[in-house]
């Protein structure tokens, strides 16, 4: 596994670290920034997960009157990776 390291735009937290396993599911997911409690459950929801499943279902969330979120560019940057 290689861990990935994405930057975050138009959200509290500043940067996103996962790895991808060679059969395509999600680990040790962390956001650096951002609403700590809500971030580190996304990570444990998503934990052994197929990450396209993951993306399909965060893409498009928002955060109050922001075009994006956490959850979101989770989402983008796990589509990049892929």
Known sequence: MKKQEFL???TC???INF???DEGKIHNLTFIGGCNGNLK???RL???RPALEVAKLLEGNTCGMRKTSCADQLSKAIKEVL
């Open 19 to 21: 790895e991808i396993d």
């Open 8 to 10: 975050t735009e138009g």
């Open 46 to 48: 998503v934990e052994g």
């Open 13 to 15: 937290s500043k940067q």
């Open 41 to 43: 459950a996304i990570g």
